[in-house]
């Protein structure tokens, strides 16, 4: 079995920073995209921002200079470093990855559970 785990999330004033984390673990034989969506009450699920294997990065225009995305293949962790909070990006934010099991080498989507990010005004 493979599980994603957040952390980092919480409250935090506007123009503040957080860094969220999540890392995966179990049969993992490899690990390819990963990457960061959101999702706001009563809103759709968006994405935040991805990065590939060979760490290639995109991001919504929402967050462009003001987030960040990284990743450490050796911990199987993705970062989201988030930088000049606005109310609007307040959320809860799901990790997500493609990874290839070790037991049934098929690759698909893995999600977290998600960690809630607040930003008062």
């Known amino acids: 079995q493979v599980q994603l785990v957040e952390s980092g999330g919480g409250l935090v004033q506007a123009g503040g920073s957080l860094r969220l984390s999540c890392v995966a673990s179990?049969?993992?034989?490899?690990?390819?995209?990963m990457g960061w969506c959101r999702q706001a009450p009563g809103k759709e699920r968006e994405r935040v921002a991805i990065i590939s294997s060979t760490d290639i990065t995109n991001y919504a225009d929402s967050v462009k200079g003001r987030f960040t995305i990284s990743r450490d293949n050796a911990k199987n962790t993705v970062y989201l470093q988030m930088n000049s909070l606005k109310p609007e990006d307040t959320a809860v934010y799901y990790c997500?990855?493609?990874?290839?099991?070790?037991?049934?080498?098929?690759?698909?989507?893995?999600w977290g559970q998600g960690t809630q990010v607040t930003v008062s005004s």
């Open positions: 997500d990855a493609e990874i290839t099991t070790i037991m049934s080498r098929t690759t698909r989507a893995y």
């Open positions: 179990g049969s993992i034989l490899s690990i390819n995209g």
